[in-house]
C-alpha cells in the first residue's frame, strides 16, 4: 500500500525497483548518448587520455566523462 511505500524511505524503494528491474540503466534509458560497449571502451582509455579527448571521441561533454571514469554514472560497468 501507499503508506507501506512512505514508511520504507525513498533509498529503500530504489533498492527494491532496481531489484525487480523495474529502473532502466544504461543505453535502456531513452537519453543515453552511449553504448554499453562504448562506455567499456572509455573506461579503457582513462589514464591514457584526457577527459576533453575523450569527451570529442565520443561526442559527449568532458563532465560526462568524469562522471563515467569517477563511478558516479553507468556504475553498473565493470571498471576491472
Same mark, same amino acid.
Given at each position: 500500500? *501507499?503508506?507501506? /511505500?512512505? +514508511?520504507? @524511505?525513498?533509498?529503500?524503494n530504489?533498492?527494491? %525497483?532496481?531489484h525487480? $528491474? &523495474?529502473?532502466? &540503466? @544504461?543505453?535502456l #534509458?531513452?537519453? %543515453?548518448?552511449l553504448?554499453?560497449?562504448?562506455?567499456?571502451? +572509455?573506461?579503457? +582509455?582513462? $589514464?591514457? #587520455?584526457s577527459?576533453?579527448? %575523450? $569527451?570529442? &571521441? *565520443?561526442h /559527449?561533454?568532458?563532465?560526462?566523462v568524469?562522471n /563515467? =571514469?569517477? $563511478?558516479?554514472? =553507468?556504475?553498473?560497468?565493470? &571498471? %576491472?
Open positions: 500500500s *501507499f503508506d507501506l /511505500i512512505c +514508511l520504507r @524511505g525513498a533509498e529503500m530504489m533498492q527494491d %525497483a532496481a525487480k $528491474g &523495474r529502473i532502466r &540503466r @544504461g543505453e #534509458t531513452p537519453t %543515453a548518448k553504448t554499453i560497449v562504448q562506455v567499456e571502451e +572509455l573506461i579503457s +582509455l582513462h $589514464g591514457h #587520455t577527459q576533453s579527448q %575523450a $569527451g570529442k &571521441r *565520443f /559527449i561533454s568532458q563532465s560526462h568524469h /563515467i =571514469w569517477s $563511478g558516479k554514472s =553507468w556504475k553498473h560497468v565493470s &571498471r %576491472a
